[in-house]
């Protein structure tokens, strides 16, 4: 009687060549998630700094500087951020908002380091 089924070599072969794909493609999600968490903490902190604008516009004002970003003014009022002011998505930090030179949001890349991808 003849029976079907796969050698232990072939089993071998297979679990091989899976381990080598995954190691190829494991680390390129890694770096592709990591640039755009990066990319996002930017497009976030664009976003900060048109609305901060925006609020001196139609208020006349600068926010009121606190801690950080969430401590301001801007941050409650709903018409800036009806969902909240993000984080981000990096080191899920808040952003700072510096009145030098002209009430901008710090950046976290600048000396941190921890956004170099």
Known sequence: MK????????VVLIV???SILAAIVIPRFNVGSRRAKVQSCEM?????NTMVEVFYVSEGTWPALG????ATTIATN???FP???PTCPVDMTNYRLRNTPNYRVSGHREG?????F
């Open 78 to 80: 709903v018409n800036y």
């Open 3 to 10: 029976t079907r089924g796969f050698t232990i070599v072939e």
């Open 16 to 18: 091989i060549l899976i």
């Open 44 to 48: 976030n902190r664009a976003n900060i």
């Open 67 to 70: 801690v950080d970003i969430t």
């Open 83 to 85: 969902d909240g002011i």
């Open 112 to 116: 941190a380091g921890t956004h170099v």
